[in-house]
Structure formats: structure tokens, C-alpha cells
């Protein structure tokens, strides 16, 4: 490919200085974060403190699973953006009746909006999987709130949608393989996306990567679910590299509605979240994974650079969820979901905001070494990496990212970022190819191994990745041993130019000998 250096004894980058590359690559293009506001406990704050937290940590969107007065009328006046629900068992009225459906909108949504900043209906929850067998209600009810927010003039504010689970994907894996259930297909899900489309709404979807990597522990490295540096997946059906499971996920159902033909409509991700305890047969669930999941979420959507499928949808995203609540049903890791206790405490510290992320760092175990795991997901995407330089890794430019993207990153690496950018100048030794993505990957790699391979410091807004083993030559036979024993041992990086390492210690093996 390029030229590459090994030098990895450099001091590491300080993260108030990592984060001034992720904000001069994408400053105000990144996505949202909100949070869901569940109540199914006896030991909640009351909700005038809900608010009060909320403002303290500067989230300025929360989603409710119901629409209850107390709640609505604490958060009037707060400037949060708010998504209601129609709960599930509402569906058969708000489907039959339109004059069920307008007085439920009358009572819950226009009697408080604009004070409070209703923005979206979620017209019942993951009702595909609801054991009532409300999946035929579904799409008449949620015609019947849009006439109701027509009559109040309140249509072209607030978006009607559905929240969706996994479990209605027929296939996820590989991404490009993502299909709906046969059977969802034509009663619901056209008609639904037709409806979406002529009102400018959104699909709302529920996403859990715990879920996966729980029954697949043995398969899904946990660097893979927990956005950390690892070598990535490609999908088979595209070529698309994949670096963690959450895309993995999203990009199945953008997938998915492409093969319907609905590609031009939007996506939120409604749910999402990692458990902070379990039980002991919940593999995954700890405080340590939890911290990781959301911390890593928030940064990877705050800054920005869509999925790998969809680069430019910036996301928005609600973190599952406010509170550990203590009257759920289900195994432990149900009660454990909450960023807060109810006391009010942070459960684990999590970043809300861009700013807050300027002093974030994954607080990794020193003990915990990267999970490579085994299996299909698991093969590092440059292959098994050579003895000679096992441990190491190097940072490349994705070739999917773009001269949008790879540009102000190339520039920022060579300018604030301090990479030694001389060897890619015309005329000099790594000059050649003269590609964006060569030159990208060489100062890419140059910061990374100044900033002794931190994490984080191989991101560059979404622009690059780390492999595990030295990328391979662009041609053998472009520069002599020579040369290349001449510009090894005379640069303090060490920089290989167009060979692996292992190539050029061979070649001065052979010079020396």
C-alpha cells in the first residue's frame, strides 16, 4: 500500500487532545442523544426532579412509554424534546375507533404541546412480539393519530411511528443479507414504510447488541459489541468492514428496508443499551461492559459518519435506559439497564454531550486484553498475523470513507496532529501511489504509532481503522532494498515504504549478508 511506521514507545495522546481531532472532523454533523424515561418502579424521584436531572446533564430528549399528565407537565417549559407512546393495548381502539384516536391525541398531545415539545407518537412498542396479537391494529391506528394531529394542526411537528424490534428481521447476518419476516412483509410492514414515506416520518427501531453477544459469546469478540479497536468484519454480501455490532445491526434493517425499495426513508434507534448486573448465565452483563457500551455509543454518534451503508444518516439515538427500575419482570440484567439509581447517582460516568467528551476515556480493565473470540465474526479482516510482528497494530484509511471525510482528516493529521507528513510529499520516498488513501494511511499511521497506538487514535471522524497486521506492499518491485534499508535506517519512525515489515527485514538481511 504506502509507507508505515512501527515506532510504538511514543508518549500517549492526552484525550482533551484526541477529542480536537474528532470535533474538527465533524463539529456539528453528528447525530443525537436521548434517553428512555421508564417508571416501572416504586422508588422514582418525582418527575419535577426527573426534569431537573434531565437539564443538569444537558439531555434534551427523552422518551416516555406512556403519557402520563404528571410527567408531560413537568417537562413544559424545559425546552427537552419529548416522543410519547400509545401503549400497545390501546392499538384495537385507536385502530376501529378515529374518535378514540382524536380524543387520545386531544388529552395527551394537544392539550400540552407546544409548552412541552412533543416531536414524535410512538404508536405501541415492538408490537410484532406483543403476545396480544395487536400486529393488525398497527398500521390504522397509526393512520388514525396522524388524521387526529391533522385536525389539530399539529401534523407537520409531530412524527407518528413504531418502535420495532430485532426479532421481525427474517435475517441479520450479514448485514446485506437483512430481510424481514415473509409473513410481516405485506399485512405490516409495506404498509407501514408506505406510510412513513407519505408523512415524512421515521422507522423507529430497538436495538440491543447485548442480546447478540450473549448468545454468541463464543463468536461476537466483545471489542466487536463494545465499539473498541479491533480488526473489524467484512460483509460478504457487499465488502462493506464492519468495526462493531451496532452498525452491524442498523445497517441490517436499512438492508432490509432497501430490499423493499424504501431506501430514502430515515431511521432512530429508540433503544439501545448494555446492562450494568446480570445473572450469572447473562454473560456480559457487568458494570465495566455497560460503562463501555454507552460511553463508546455516545461518542461514535456524536461524531458523527452514519453507518457503513448509510454513511451520511447521522443518527439519533435514546440510551435504555434513565433508571435501574425495580418492579421489572424478568432476569436480573432487566432491572439493571439504568444510567442513574434512583437516588439521582450516575450508575457508571457516560458522556451526554460533545463537550462532555472531551474529558471521556473507556476506563478498560488494564487486565482485559482485546477478545478476538472464534468463529465467523471473529476473523481478523487481514488474516492471521505474522509472528514477526504479533502484538503490533496499524492504522489505515477506509477506502469507503470518501474524500469528504478523508481530506480534512489528512489535513488535520499532518498540521495540528503532528504526524510526519514529509515522506509523502512529491519527490519523496512515500510519495507514490499518490492516492488520497495512501497518503491518508500513512499520516493515519504516523499519529497513531507518535501517540503509541491509544485508544480512539485511530478513528479520524469515522475515516479509519486498525488491522492487526502490516498492510501489504502496493508493488514489490517499486523501490529497491536500497532505498529502503537507506530510509529505515535513517528515520526515527522506523517507516516502511511499500513493504510489510517483515519484507524489508529480509531485504536488509540480504544487503547486510
Not at 511506521?5 to 443525537?32: A, C, H, K, W, Y
Amino acid at each position: 500500500m504506502l509507507c508505515f511506521s512501527l515506532n510504538q514507545s511514543m508518549e500517549r495522546l492526552t484525550f482533551p487532545f484526541l477529542f480536537l481531532v474528532l470535533s474538527i472532523l465533524s463539529p456539528s454533523d453528528g447525530g443525537s442523544i436521548g434517553v428512555n424515561y421508564g417508571r416501572i418502579a416504586n422508588n422514582l424521584p418525582s418527575a419535577v426532579k426527573v426534569v431537573q436531572l434531565l437539564k443538569s446533564q444537558n439531555i434534551n430528549r427523552v422518551k416516555l412509554y406512556d403519557s402520563d399528565p404528571a410527567v408531560l407537565k413537568s417537562l413544559a417549559g424545559s425546552g427537552i424534546k419529548v416522543t410519547v407512546d400509545l401503549p400497545n393495548q390501546l392499538l384495537p381502539s385507536a385502530a376501529k375507533t378515529p374518535s378514540f384516536a382524536l380524543q387520545w391525541v386531544r388529552q395527551n398531545v394537544a392539550a400540552y404541546h407546544p409548552s412541552t415539545r412533543i416531536e414524535s407518537i410512538a404508536v405501541g412498542n415492538e408490537v410484532f412480539v406483543d403476545p396480544n396479537n395487536t400486529t393488525w391494529f398497527l398500521v390504522p391506528a397509526m393512520k388514525n393519530i396522524h388524521q387526529a394531529l391533522v385536525k389539530f394542526n399539529l401534523h407537520s411537528t409531530i412524527k407518528v411511528s413504531s418502535p420495532i424490534a430485532l426479532s421481525a428481521l427474517q435475517s441479520s447476518y450479514p448485514s446485506s443479507a437483512g430481510s424481514f419476516r415473509p409473513e410481516l412483509i405485506e399485512p405490516a410492514f409495506k404498509p407501514m414504510l408506505d406510510f412513513l414515506r407519505q408523512t415524512g416520518s421515521y422507522l423507529m427501531v430497538n436495538a440491543y447488541p447485548f442480546f447478540a453477544y450473549e448468545s454468541n459469546a463464543n463468536d461476537i469478540p466483545l471489542d466487536y459489541a463494545l465499539f473498541r479497536e479491533n480488526p473489524g468484519v467484512v460483509d460478504s454480501g457487499n465488502g462493506l468492514r464492519y468495526f462493531n455490532l451496532f452498525d452491524a445491526q442498523i445497517d441490517a434493517v436499512f438492508a432490509a428496508m432497501s430490499a423493499l425499495k424504501y431506501d430514502d426513508l430515515e431511521m432512530v434507534v429508540t433503544e439501545t443499551g448494555w446492562p450494568s448486573k446480570g445473572d450469572e448465565n447473562e454473560v456480559g452483563a457487568s458494570l465495566d461492559n455497560a460503562a463501555a457500551y454507552n460511553g463508546n455509543l455516545v461518542r461514535r454518534i456524536l461524531t458523527g459518519g452514519g453507518t457503513p451503508l448509510r454513511p451520511k444518516a447521522d443518527l439519533t439515538v435514546y440510551l435504555f435506559a434513565l433508571f435501574n427500575e425495580n418492579q421489572k419482570n424478568g432476569p436480573t440484567s432487566e432491572r439493571n439497564y439504568g444510567l442513574f439509581y434512583p437516588s439521582e447517582e450516575k450508575v457508571y460516568d457516560v458522556p451526554f454531550t460533545v463537550e462532555e467528551l472531551k474529558g471521556y476515556r473507556d476506563k478498560r480493565k488494564s487486565s482485559s486484553s482485546p477478545v478476538t473470540g472464534g468463529g465467523r465474526l471473529s476473523t481478523p479482516v487481514s488474516g492471521n498475523v505474522s509472528p514477526s510482528v504479533a502484538g503490533q497494530t496499524w492504522c489505515v484509511a477506509s477506502g469507503e470513507a470518501g474524500k469528504a471525510k478523508l481530506q480534512p482528516a489528512l489535513d488535520f493529521a499532518c498540521g495540528e496532529g503532528g504526524a510526519d507528513c514529509h515522506p509523502i510529499q512529491p519527490g519523496s520516498t512515500c510519495y507514490d501511489p499518490n492516492t488520497l488513501e495512501a497518503h491518508a494511511s500513512y499520516a493515519f499511521n504516523s499519529y497513531y504509532q507518535k501517540n503509541g497506538r491509544a485508544m480512539g487514535t485511530c478513528y479520524f471522524g469515522g475515516t479509519a481503522y486498525v488491522v492487526s497486521e502490516p498492510p501489504s506492499a502496493y508493488s514489490i518491485i517499486s523501490l529497491s532494498p536500497a532505498v529502503l534499508l537507506l530510509y529505515y535506517s535513517t528515520t526515527t519512525t522506523a517507516a516502511v515504504c511499500g513493504f510489510c515489515y517483515y519484507v524489508l527485514m529480509l531485504a536488509k538481511l540480504l544487503l547486510i549478508g
